[in-house]
């Protein structure tokens, strides 16, 4: 069945069996390769993406259950070749390590941010619970986060 | 990638969708798929056909009502930690449901059906008092939770039946929760507990003690009620609760019988105590 959704601000159709994943979809049907398959039970969070603003595991979702919503990965976080101001918080903080959870984090955080701006660092982690960093880099991860949003000349991670 | 090629119905109102159940009373009811979507991954569950209840928009939401607040099956545990008309020990529970991005997905109904013994919020329905509304073509039954869940994942749910929403009274007295888990999120239920205790003049008046993840059921421990109700929550009273738990706890993937059986003293005497010194 076709099915229709925003991707990253661009109108998609796709052509998907009805219970596929959204995650499959996402990266096999349309090579966005952003999300990844970590667990693939909805534990690790690295298949992270914003479905109407909301972080949710696009290895859980039914493409079905998207027709006609926003969805946002990290391929649409920066815009006209800027970096969204979580992206340059994790570039400047160090927040990243083998990467693989990376985009699974920063769209969660952006969800965050967006309802945020200013999160406490026990906001940040309870916000960021669900997607976990086999590297264990957690302490510059919600530096990052915390930091992300701060006048300019002042971020000192 | 184990994709599941069944027949998907995808009704869009509320009647629609009680048609559609009495026309295919063994689809499997897909709902924020947060369990469903984690069978078929495993290939532990092979449905011949779905029902997927995610367009019918009139099963969301929260209204407050003459006797107290109605909740829409699909509602999520993020829609229910946000309401600030939620008693505050049912938004606590719903912070401790997976993480963010189950509670974005995850519902109040799909908990309730999925009728895990682990499941976290079902505690918070016995001690609350909470009617749950199912609806079929026949028409709509009201089940008060005490009396849902007969068995291991049995419940009083006929198969041309859909959970449609859960009407929580207004109810007095003080509420609490307390999940234990592995770690505080992503973390399936050790032991969990919901609480109710009212008092009048220094003296419990009603007491609801409910406890998940120590038998097949969520189940109220009414030998513990019994032990609060009529005297001052002293802690003398708080002992004698404590001793009358009745519960048999297993040994599972996840905890010990000990284990739970330890646990499960240790946070309803903590919780009571909580209460006692207010």
């Known amino acids: 069945m076709p099915v229709n959704f925003t991707l990253n601000g661009r109108g998609v159709s796709v052509e998907a069996t009805p219970m596929a994943r959204l995650l499959d979809v996402l990266r096999e049907d349309l090579r966005c390769t952003g999300p990844k398959e970590g667990c693939g039970e909805g534990e690790c969070g690295a298949c992270t993406v914003l479905v109407d603003g909301r972080a949710v595991n696009s290895c859980l979702i039914p493409v079905i259950q998207v027709e006609g919503a926003t969805i946002l990965t990290v391929e649409g976080l920066a815009t006209d070749g800027r970096l969204h101001p979580v992206q340059e918080a994790f570039v400047r903080c160090g927040a990243a390590q083998c990467g693989i959870c990376t985009p699974g984090f920063l769209v969660t955080a952006r969800a965050l941010l967006d309802e945020n701006p ?31 949003i701060v006048p300019v000349g002042t971020a000192g991670c | 990638m184990l994709t599941c090629t069944a027949p998907v119905h995808q009704p869009r109102s509320l009647d629609e969708a009680i048609a559609c159940r009495a026309i295919h009373p063994f689809a499997t009811v897909l709902a924020g798929g947060t369990d469903i979507m984690v069978y078929l991954e495993a290939g532990s569950l092979k449905p011949s056909s779905l029902l997927d209840l995610w367009k019918v928009d009139a099963l969301r939401g929260i209204t407050v009502q003459a006797d107290g607040v109605r909740i829409g099956a699909l509602t999520t545990w993020t829609d229910i930690a946000r309401e600030a008309r939620m008693p505050a020990a049912l938004r606590d529970c719903a912070r401790t449901v997976g993480a963010l991005q189950i509670q974005n997905r995850g519902t109040v109904g799909g908990n309730i059906v999925n009728a895990s013994p682990a499941g976290d919020s079902l505690p918070m329905w016995l001690v609350l008092d909470a009617v749950f509304e199912v609806r079929s073509w026949h028409g709509t039954r009201r089940i008060p939770a005490a009396e849902f869940w007969r068995g291991y994942k049995r419940m ?19 509420v609490r929760y307390r ?41 109220r421990a009414t030998a513990v009620e019994h032990a609060l109700v009529g005297r001052a929550l002293s802690p003398e009273t708080v002992d004698n609760a404590v001793a009358a738990l009745q519960i048999a706890p297993l040994d599972d993937i996840r905890s010990t019988a000990d284990y739970r059986n330890d646990v499960a003293r240790r946070i309803l005497r903590a919780e009571l105590l909580a209460l006692a010194r207010g």
Request: proline content about 4%; charged content about 20%; hydrophobic content about 45%.
């Open chain 1, 118 to 148: 200013h999160p406490s660092r026990e906001e940040a982690r309870e916000a960021l619970a669900g997607n976990l960093c086999r590297c264990t880099g957690y302490q510059k991860i919600i530096d990052a986060v915390c930091e992300a």
């Open chain 2, 156 to 174: 009083d749910l006929a198969a041309d039946e859909l959970l449609v929403g859960v009407h929580v009274p207004a109810v007095s007295g003080d």
């Open chain 2, 179 to 219: 999940k234990v888990g592995t770690r505080l999120a992503q973390a399936i239920s050790k032991v969990v507990l919901g609480l109710r205790v009212a008092t009048v003049d220094g003296l419990v008046t009603e007491a609801r003690v409910a406890f998940g993840s120590v038998g097949p059921t969520p189940a």
